[in-house]
């Protein structure tokens, strides 16, 4: 009998997260979420998947504010159903910091999400990834290049998590496969006004703003049928890269 396959996703009860969580598990993939201060929404996630397909998901708190709780992690996700084949580094902080607003901690608390924890995560899941043949998948932005202005420290950590991912598509290779999926406009943020969101629109090639199951769907295919595929950065941005 063919073993079902463990999907891990950090920051996993809200928006993109969410959306990756919910796609994959109805493509028969066991589900395990992280969230940090998001019970509710992660009881939600656990309650609606587990009704669907009894046993199929897990919800566990992670802060990651020491070395340990990544093990820590590792040791709770693998009690759960007895495997990971896929690390999917999603939880991510993003607001902004001009340069009279850097300060160490907005440097910690930005640093540390996007790119300290897809590292030390990496390191804790590799032997079982290795041992699967598994992948790696983390969710970077179409603003690594060009930069976003106004958020010096959250371009620097995606601009990391993008040479992270590449540098750990060589050292990982050819045990695990590591790719990155960048999205463009997918979800409007709260602040955003009318007349931004027609700027924006008008620069995207498909004349429209995508949906987090786009973000989705690319992850399903990197599982599924990138076999071939690491060290790879995919924009899923409607054409937006192309007027930037």
């Known amino acids: 009998m063919t073993k079902i396959r463990t999907v891990l996703i950090t920051g ?23 969230y940090n201060k998001s019970k509710n929404d992660a009881g939600k996630v656990l309650s609606t998947l587990n009704n669907n397909r009894p046993n199929s998901c897990a ?19 693998l009690k759960v159903f007895g ?19 850097v300060n160490d901690k907005s440097w910690t608390d930005i640093i540390n999400t996007n790119l300290k924890t897809p590292l030390f995560l990496s390191k804790s899941f590799f032997p079982e990834l290795k ?5 790696i998948i983390n969710i970077i932005d179409i603003h690594v290049s060009p930069p976003l202005k106004n958020h010096l420290i959250y371009n620097l950590s995606k601009a990391g998590l993008l040479a992270l991912t590449q540098s750990l598509a060589k050292d990982l290779a050819p045990s695990v496969r590591v790719n990155g999926v960048s999205p463009g406009a997918i979800m409007w943020p709260a602040s955003i006004n009318k007349k931004r969101k027609k700027e924006i629109i008008s620069k995207i090639a498909l004349q429209r703003i995508g949906e987090p199951d786009d973000i989705a769907k690319t992850i399903l295919f990197l599982i599924t049928n990138g076999d071939y595929i690491t060290g790879q950065n995919i924009n899923v941005d409607g054409g937006r890269k192309l007027n930037m």
């Open 12 to 34: 996993g009860a809200k928006r993109i997260g969410l959306a990756i969580a919910k796609y994959l598990h109805q493509y028969g993939f066991n589900i395990i979420i992280t």
């Open 59 to 77: 919800i566990i708190q992670a802060n990651f504010s020491t070395i340990k709780s990544y093990n820590s992690l590792y040791n709770k996700a």
């Open 83 to 101: 495997r990971i084949d896929v690390l999917i580094n999603n939880a991510s902080k993003f607001y902004p910091t001009k340069i009279d607003m």
């Open 131 to 135: 041992k699967r043949k598994g992948s």
